[in-house]
């Protein structure tokens, strides 16, 4: 797009070349205003040439039979630049650009916003419904297997979209929108788009200010570990527990983590949580057996972005002799979904965390994607079935007879089974019959504080009478 004070000269050129390259370098001060107002990387406007002409842009719109601004975000593109380097990355980029670049039209403005973020002014299109099509299009072919330079990375991305003018009279309000819409999108399970309606503002806000306080409560350490026992099912002993985080809030109180745990994440903070869990459980862990509680192995689930950082490593070794807990009172809980994503690398990492001499429960289990090929090769201890098999397996025949399938596999190939979600004595009962290891769930106990937990620990009276 040429860099023009003069509104009858402003005209649209869409495509990336190299703009600033190719001026001559005796002309510095065009060379220098070229490199303001174009990234360098997909010499495509940036953000600043907006500003600069946004008068003559408003102009454009005004002029056009048909006009919306379209906020494209490459999902997770930091997880890129972390893992495969910031060189693959910028390739990367300048390859989106350019299928971008294949869907817009000659009419059509394309900037660079920011590192991963994307606006395009559409006037190409007639109506809102091909302008539809043109989104759906445009996220179709942004979901997609990359490969450059012989390495490979799946990429997505959250598309918002605003309409001139029913969505913002003037750019600014149309771009702040459509980026409203993407965010919307982006919380909505990504790898989508949106349209924008007034009713996202309030819920982005609300979503803002809970990441705020999420911060916040990471260094103010407002979370409680709740630990929810595992039973022998064959002697009703306490055998062990799943350590659940808790955000303490002070002012809303208890905040489930099915709340913020997706949230911390997406903003980049579950690696700071994870380790407040991993302490506090093997510092508590610590205490009780210091106390002369029996001992016993507690879980803490790690999550994707943990797994994928390799210091995750070290940092258990860390918190394992900080606390001098023995690495055998440590379990770790992953789901199964998150093995299907890159077997190989998770095998590695997971065979590490054993080496550590620690067991590992793949959670979840029939819920994901994985085959019973891979099964095999997993390197765990533990499989828990979900909840989901366990509700009707007492009126359910079939359900029943996966359950038994389930366990007979598990026991098959040297791995204990723990069924989730038990509460009623009738699971408790078929169960037993197909010798399953361990059972979870709220016909012993729901999750607890530290305190109750203790007095457990004191006595399992109550949790072995709830056997017979």
């Known amino acids: 797009m040429e860099i023009s004070h003069n509104k009858s000269n402003f005209r649209i050129d869409n495509k990336s070349n190299n703009k600033c390259n190719s001026i001559k370098s005796e002309d510095c001060e065009k060379k220098r205003r070229c490199l303001a107002f174009y990234n360098s990387l997909t010499n495509i406007p940036n953000f600043n040439y907006i ?71 559409v006037r190409s299109v007639k109506n809102e419904l091909e302008l539809a099509g043109l989104v759906y299009s445009l ?77 916040e409560a990471v260094e103010n350490k407002e979370f409680i570990i709740f630990y929810q026992p595992k039973i022998n099912i064959s002697t009703g002993e306490l055998e062990g527990a799943e350590a659940l985080v808790r955000w303490i809030h002070p002012t809303k ?13 997406e903003v980049g903070i579950i690696e700071k949580i994870g380790e407040i869990v991993i302490k506090t459980v093997c510092l508590q862990n610590k205490k009780w057996q210091e106390e002369g509680y029996k001992k016993l192995a507690i879980a803490v689930n790690l999550s994707v972005d943990q797994l994928k950082n390799n210091s995750v490593i070290n940092l258990i070794k860390k918190i394992l002799n900080d606390t001098e807990l023995e690495s055998k009172w440590l379990e770790i809980e992953i789901t199964e979904s998150i093995i299907m994503e890159d077997f190989r690398y998770y095998k590695k990492m997971l065979n590490k965390i ?21 099964l095999k090769d997993i390197p765990i201890d533990y499989i828990k079935i979900d909840k989901s098999f366990i509700d009707d397996i007492t009126e359910d025949k079939r359900q029943s ?60 009276n109550q949790l072995v009478h709830k056997l017979r």
């Open 139 to 215: 996220a179709q072919s942004l979901e997609k297997s990359v490969t450059i330079e012989d390495k490979s990375v799946y990429i997505s991305a959250s598309l918002g979209v605003s309409i001139y003018p029913r969505d913002g009279k003037d750019l600014e309000e149309l771009i702040r929108n459509a980026d409203t819409a993407m965010s919307f999108a982006k919380i909505s399970g990504k790898s989508n788009y949106k349209f924008f309606e007034s009713s996202m503002r309030k819920q982005i806000l609300e979503r803002v200010e809970l990441e705020k306080e999420l911060r």
């Open 354 to 374: 054993r080496d550590l001499g620690i067991k590992v429960y793949l959670d979840d289990f029939g819920t994901g994607y994985s085959s019973l090929s891979y």
């Open 51 to 121: 500003k600069e002409n946004i008068s003559k842009i408003v102009d454009l719109i005004e002029q056009s039979e048909f006009a919306a601004i379209v906020y494209i975000n490459i999902n997770d593109f930091r997880n890129v630049n972390y893992d495969l380097g910031y060189k693959f990355g910028d390739k990367l980029i300048v390859k989106v650009v350019s299928i971008i670049e294949e869907h817009i039209k000659d009419k059509d403005m394309l900037c660079h916003i920011s590192t991963d973020k994307f606006g395009v002014l």
């Open 253 to 265: 109180g208890i905040i489930s983590p099915t709340v913020f745990i997706k949230l911390a994440e």
């Open 401 to 460: 007879a996966i359950v038994s399938a389930l366990i007979q596999l598990a026991h098959g190939i040297d791995l204990k089974v723990v069924a989730e979600g038990v509460e009623e004595h009738s699971q408790l009962k078929i169960l037993r019959e197909y010798n399953c290891d361990l059972v979870q769930g709220y016909i012993f106990s729901k999750p607890v504080s530290k305190e109750d937990f203790e007095k457990m620990l004191k006595s399992n």
